[in-house]
């Protein structure tokens, strides 16, 4: 294994115990020492990387978006949808995931650490795909995409925490499925309705059809 | 003052204190003796009222639903747009509503407080209104009231976490516009639409009106 490559790992391991910690207790709580006994590395390894807890802490909320990959399809706002209901999935068992959704909610994260990080890229990733679906002609001429894609984090951030409060996330599918319900037809053309899939059970269905991708 | 008056004004000062308390440090950080200096009150008055600091936060997490008082309406959704315009413009300046919605949303918040709590007392108090909204002939047939008001209030959640991460709460009331724009069409008769209003500045003429009828 070349030297940049171990690097990497090394990297992503100590960010991945990181997110796991955090999500366990928080960010006031986390000390680099639980980090390093996580990660399974050395202190200088751990430095090398991250000169402190809040960098360590901006690792963390700066991997949200990728969680939200999911395949093409030919309707962009399909593709809004069913990001939403893969990160959603992934919320149950990702605990890097889980630990940068928390540092991105709790008010104890410090003001050292930019928290509002996550939501500016989610909005930018999500404003780059609407206004796809905008030229594709999927969008009613009333909607402003920034606004709307704001709407649509603000709106995600509150239903998860809801539904983590309430059933520690196990109704999430359901409550996105009423979330789309409500706003996408104030989004698609009406025509557009009776395509878009938003069940309960999207985020499973399409992880398993990535999972099939990246076998073949 | 009756003995039994005073109780209740120590009680209360108490809980604003411990409010306070909460929204400035989180529930880990927070100790009994930071809220006794804060309310001015002696150990034995606390620990009459509440026998622990989860006994504290759980005050705190129960006065939430009283911020939401508006004045009625003739139109019921009006109603429940007032409450969502006033509880937005009293956490810019209340302390004890602050403390109790970070309680609320911070995942530090341990076990032993069920922080649950405000989210099922505002999902109650709101599905009463707009059940009577139904009964008006306010809503589109297609409404389950308990799914509709869940989604209020978890929307709700988000969009004001958001904007705290985003612009310390400062464009609370422009992005409340954009939720009600997107969600209205939704549960409201289309004839009711452009009666309603969901504008930026609707929570502080609410509170005008309020303080207004306190007065007379």
Known sequence: MAKQERAIRTRRAIVEAAGAVFDE??????????????????????????????????????????????????????????MTFVVARRLLDNALLRGSVRLAVDQETPSGVDHGEPFRQWAQALTELLELAGERGELLPTVKPAETVDLLVGTFTGVQLMSRALTDRADLGDRLSVMWAHILPSIAVPGLLPGLDARADRGTRVLASLEQRVAS
Chains 1, 2 share one sequence.
Do not use: W
């Not at 360590?56 to 939200?68: I, S």
């Open 25 to 82: 207790h928080g960010y006031t709580s986390t000390t680099i020492a639980m980090v390093l006994e996580r990660a399974q590395v050395t202190k200088g390894a751990l430095y090398f990387h991250f000169a402190s807890k809040e960098a360590l802490a901006q690792a963390v909320l700066n991997e949200q978006v990728p969680f939200g990959a999911v395949p093409p399809q030919p309707c962009k706002l399909q593709e809004i949808v069913d």
